[in-house]
Nanobody, 113 residues
Framework: QVRLVESGGGLVLAGGSLRLSCTAS????????MNWYRQAPGKQRELVAT???????GYADSVKGRFTISRDFAKNTVYLQMNNLKPEDTAVYSC???????WGQGTQVTVSS
């Protein structure tokens, strides 16, 4: 079965850290650009971070300097290290490749002040 599975979310205090994981099963996305997105209640999904097959990365201005995207080709997994979390980072975080495939369930991140 081809699917994306996100994990690692949780409830943290402002200033805390979380590491999210996104693993693809049934498909190899080694050559694909992979993105992390987030969607807060009542808002549209936004692109947070991206990593190309060659390792080039990019970030939304709102997370630059706090979030780090990386990938482990052997594990077919993409990570999002989130430091110095803020209440406005609260959202459901999801990953997807370029071009997109079926979305996984995402993982909830809640940052309490």
């Amino acid at each position: 079965q081809v699917r994306l599975v996100e994990s690692g979310g949780g409830l943290v205090l402002a200033g805390g850290s979380l590491r999210l994981s996104c693993t693809a099963s049934g498909i190899d996305f080694t050559i694909n650009t992979m993105n992390w997105y987030r969607q807060a209640p009542g808002k549209q999904r936004e692109l947070v971070a991206t990593v190309t097959g060659g390792g080039n990365v990019g970030y939304a201005d709102s997370v630059k300097g706090r979030f780090t995207i990386s990938r482990d080709f052997a594990k077919n997994t993409v990570y999002l290290q989130m430091n110095n979390l803020k209440p406005e980072d609260t959202a459901v975080y999801s990953c997807n490749r370029v071009p997109p495939m079926a979305w996984g369930q995402g993982t909830q991140v809640t940052v309490s002040s």
